[in-house]
């Protein structure tokens, strides 16, 4: 790096003039040759000093390293300041962001790099990504980092976040830095007018039901008002049917049980609620992200009583008029909302002076970093310490409905993986699809999608046992 090479020119320099001054003194020794005790002295002396000015200039030398994430936008110049913040506060480390359109731009990019040898010291992606670099051997565990860091305190980060970066037995190949998950929003105002309590509506999806056709009728000469809207997806059905005790796979991951029958329970009661009633509502089609934001519009416009949606949209909502919620649980069941991580890894080519400069760089992003850019964007900060920071408890106390993804995330669960690559997540999204949409009775639906996921499934393990 440049600042070393120029370190290292300085020094040599410093030891030139020294030999030069060494030279000089002896030219005026006495006859004999040897320096008297008084130079021999200032020699030394001179000597202690240049030594003590190369080691401050030695530790002074802060080690360069890049960081790779996939994002732009108002969110890059959120983790920017992050980066700058980081840097200003230590002269050890000099991070340096390198942006990408995407996750999966990160993740191509990085496993180009990792066959050139020309690697970043540490990246941000998806979780599932750093799963299979770390299965791959492309980043470097983690353990023996914070074994050996006293203050990193791995029993604070919210075990949901952490099991997204550790493997079977528990070893730590990434760090989470932020979160989301999936929590209710509802408007505030229409429910102290139609006289609901938010407890009670949220208990369960039947309790949401009922609430969505007691708002339906108050605002009956609103056009297109909705009581509530599940936001259009597989997310939302699965939410319900985890809520009612469902799963899409067996326990040894071998049988695809997405048509049980608390699942076909969950979806049938979603589609006749959208596709029957109609108390429910949902936007679907569109470019990219549109769905989404028709959703939010109809609860902010006043459309709607409320929608399901994501952790991060609470940048966008008015909490004078909007709060959030728990989801709620499905009949007797309690809720089981699943929460996502963003993980970041160090790759395991990069020189280790390298790798220890990104260990404290994403310590820094996974401790306080993340919490500053939680605050800047509605995601969920992933240490549960962060409830004693005091700049964390005053932003709390000014945004109260930041608590609710944090308070769900302690009761959350890991978002189930598709083994086969999307097989399985595909068939059982064209049944959602079908349900959603096209009012397709649900046991019809998942029943055929589920012969298509067990056939990906099976040929999945037939591969995997060869």
């Given at each position: 790096?440049?600042?070393?090479?120029?370190?290292?020119?300085?020094?040599?320099?410093m030891?030139?003039?020294?030999?030069?001054?060494?030279?000089?003194?002896?030219?005026?020794?006495?006859?004999?040759g040897?320096?008297s005790?008084?130079?021999?002295?200032?020699?030394?002396?001179?000597?202690?000093?240049e030594?003590?000015?190369?080691?401050?200039?030695?530790?002074?030398?802060?080690?360069?390293?890049?960081?790779?994430?996939?994002?732009?936008?108002?969110?890059?110049?959120?983790?920017?300041g992050?980066?700058?913040?980081?840097?200003?506060?230590?002269?050890?480390v000099?991070?340096?962001?390198?942006?990408?359109?995407?996750?999966?731009?990160?993740?191509?990019?990085l496993?180009?790099?990792?066959?050139?040898?020309?690697?970043?010291?540490?990246y941000?992606?998806?979780?599932?990504a750093?799963?299979?670099f770390?299965e791959?051997?492309?980043?470097?565990?983690?353990?023996?980092?914070?074994?050996?860091?006293?203050?990193?305190?791995?029993?604070?980060?919210?075990?949901?976040?952490?099991?997204?970066?550790?493997?079977?037995?528990?070893?730590?190949?990434?760090?989470p830095?932020?979160?989301?998950?999936?929590?209710?929003?509802?408007?505030?105002?229409?429910?102290?007018?139609?006289?609901?309590?938010?407890?009670?509506?949220?208990?369960?999806?039947?309790?949401?039901?009922?609430?969505?056709?007691?708002?339906?009728?108050?605002?009956?000469?609103?056009?297109?008002?909705?009581?509530?809207?599940?936001?259009?997806?597989?997310?939302?059905?699965?939410?319900?049917?985890?809520?009612?005790?469902?799963?899409?796979?067996?326990?040894?991951?071998?049988?695809?049980?997405?048509?049980?029958?608390?699942?076909?329970?969950?979806?049938?009661?979603?589609?006749?609620?959208?596709n029957?009633?109609?108390?429910?509502?949902?936007?679907?089609g569109?470019?990219g992200?549109?769905?989404?934001?028709?959703?939010?519009?109809?609860?902010?416009?006043?459309?709607?009583?409320?929608?399901?949606?994501?952790?991060?949209?609470?940048?966008?909502?008015?909490?004078?008029?909007i709060?959030?919620?728990?989801?709620?649980?499905?009949?007797?069941?309690?809720?089981?909302p699943y929460?996502?991580?963003?993980?970041?890894?160090?790759?395991?080519?990069?020189?280790?002076?390298?790798?220890?400069?990104a260990?404290?760089?994403l310590?820094?992003?996974?401790?306080?970093?993340?919490?500053?850019?939680?605050?800047?964007?509605?995601?969920?900060?992933?240490?549960?310490?962060?409830?004693?920071?005091?700049?964390?408890?005053?932003?709390?106390?000014?945004?109260?409905?930041?608590?609710?993804?944090?308070?769900?995330?302690?009761?959350?669960?890991?978002?189930?993986?598709?083994?086969?690559?999307?097989?399985?997540?595909?068939?059982?999204?064209?049944?959602?699809?079908?349900?959603?949409?096209?009012?397709?009775?649900?046991?019809?639906?998942?029943?055929?999608?589920?012969?298509?996921?067990?056939?990906?499934l099976?040929?999945?393990w037939?591969?995997?046992?060869?």
């Amino acid at each position: 790096m440049r600042k070393r090479k120029v370190a290292v020119l300085l020094a040599a320099m410093m030891m030139a003039s020294s030999l030069t001054a060494c030279g000089g003194a002896g030219g005026s020794s006495t006859s004999s040759g040897a320096d008297s005790p008084e130079q021999t002295d200032e020699a030394a002396a001179r000597g202690e000093e240049e030594k003590a000015q190369e080691g401050q200039s030695a530790a002074q030398e802060a080690v360069e390293i890049e960081f790779w994430y996939g994002f732009g936008g108002k969110q890059a110049e959120i983790l920017e300041g992050v980066i700058s913040d980081f840097n200003a506060l230590q002269d050890e480390v000099v991070v340096t962001g390198v942006s990408h359109s995407s996750y999966g731009e990160t993740n191509q990019m990085l496993q180009a790099a990792i066959a050139s040898g020309d690697v970043p010291a540490c990246y941000l992606s998806d979780p599932v990504a750093s799963t299979r670099f770390a299965e791959r051997g492309l980043i470097q565990y983690l353990d023996d980092y914070i074994a050996a860091d006293p203050d990193f305190d791995k029993e604070d980060i919210i075990d949901v976040f952490l099991d997204y970066c550790r493997d079977e037995e528990g070893h730590v190949y990434s760090l989470p830095v932020w979160g989301s998950t999936q929590v209710i929003y509802y408007r505030k105002d229409m429910f102290e007018e139609v006289g609901l309590d938010p407890d009670e509506v949220f208990a369960t999806w039947q309790n949401v039901a009922e609430a969505a056709r007691t708002l339906q009728e108050y605002y009956a000469d609103v056009p297109g008002f909705y009581g509530f809207e599940p936001m259009y997806g597989a997310d939302c059905l699965n939410e319900m049917a985890y809520s009612n005790g469902a799963a899409v796979l067996s326990d040894d991951k071998r049988t695809v049980i997405f048509n049980s029958d608390k699942y076909v329970e969950a979806l049938e009661a979603a589609r006749v609620w959208i596709n029957e009633e109609k108390i429910m509502g949902i936007h679907f089609g569109g470019d990219g992200w549109e769905y989404w934001y028709k959703t939010i519009d109809d609860v902010m416009q006043g459309r709607a009583g409320g929608y399901l949606g994501s952790s991060g949209d609470q940048g966008d909502l008015d909490f004078t008029i909007i709060a959030a919620h728990i989801q709620p649980g499905f009949n007797d069941h309690a809720p089981a909302p699943y929460a996502d991580a963003h993980a970041a890894g160090i790759v395991a080519k990069a020189p280790e002076e390298q790798k220890k400069a990104a260990f404290k760089w994403l310590t820094y992003l996974n401790k306080v970093g993340g919490m500053d850019y939680a605050m800047a964007t509605g995601y969920v900060p992933v240490r549960r310490s962060v409830r004693e920071n005091e700049e964390y408890k005053a932003f709390l106390e000014e945004n109260p409905q930041a608590l609710i993804p944090l308070e769900q995330a302690e009761i959350s669960r890991k978002q189930w993986h598709d083994v086969t690559g999307g097989g399985i997540s595909d068939a059982l999204t064209d049944a959602c699809d079908l349900i959603e949409i096209e009012n397709v009775p649900a046991k019809e639906a998942l029943d055929e999608a589920a012969a298509i996921a067990q056939q990906a499934l099976d040929e999945y393990w037939a591969e995997l046992e060869k």
